[in-house]
């Protein structure tokens, strides 16, 4: 699968190269919630970022593909007898179709799949830290969703805004006595640049 994903990945930026007049690149930052969701819905959200590439082929002015390359940070905190919380990071590769509407300023709905690859997971229990990556699967599968705006600060430079959810649809416990799906609500900030 991971194979797989890398061949799709090269296609794709494969494709945007070779129509660079339709290509753009840049970085985006956020900030947000996560949490997962359980069979007893015991985990609370906690805060997360992410920071990482971006990368935009535009098909006309309406429809756009956008992928990402992203160090995405997801987890958890529960207070059901201990208090405690859970970081669970990946390296995020979603793909998502856009739509734009507007003029100069421009805005846009967006929606695809993301797949991920654990990096690491830490838990933090009554103060002390311990390593949890066995905890969990190494992949993470779900669909990406969201909306945004963008302004142009120069001829070939865009200022964009968005509001993203992720929601898993794979299960990422180790363990298969456990059912655990990834959840989060993101705000990014970034700047693309147009190769024209």
């Not at 059901?80 to 421009?106: C, H, Q, R, W």
């Not at 969990?136 to 070939?156: C, H, M, R």
């Not at 299960?171 to 190769?195: C, H």
Request: charged share 20%; proline share 1%; net charge negative.
């Amino acid at each position: 699968m991971k194979k797989l994903l890398l061949v799709f990945g090269l296609a794709i930026c494969g494709t945007f190269f070779s129509y660079g007049q339709n290509f753009e690149i840049g970085g985006q930052v956020g900030y947000g919630i996560s949490n997962v969701y359980t069979d007893d819905d015991s985990a609370d959200s906690k805060g997360v970022f992410h920071i990482g590439a971006v990368a935009q082929y535009n098909f006309n002015e309406d429809w756009s593909l956008v992928g990402e390359l992203l160090y995405d940070q997801k987890g958890y905190s529960y207070t059901d007898g201990t208090d405690g919380e859970e970081s669970i990071n990946y390296l995020s590769v979603p793909v998502m179709a856009k739509y734009n509407f507007g003029s100069s300023t421009k805005f846009y709905l967006q929606a695809g799949l993301y797949g991920a690859f654990l990096l690491s997971a830490e838990g933090e229990f009554e103060g002390r830290d311990v390593d949890t990556k066995d905890a969990y699967e190494s992949t993470d599968f779900g669909v990406a969703f969201g909306l945004g705006v963008e302004f142009p600060i120069q001829e070939n430079l865009k200022l964009f805004v968005d509001l993203v959810a992720n929601s898993g649809f794979s299960n990422i416990a180790a363990e298969s006595d456990f059912d655990i799906t990834n959840g989060a609500t993101k705000a990014g900030v970034g700047l693309r640049y147009s190769l024209n």
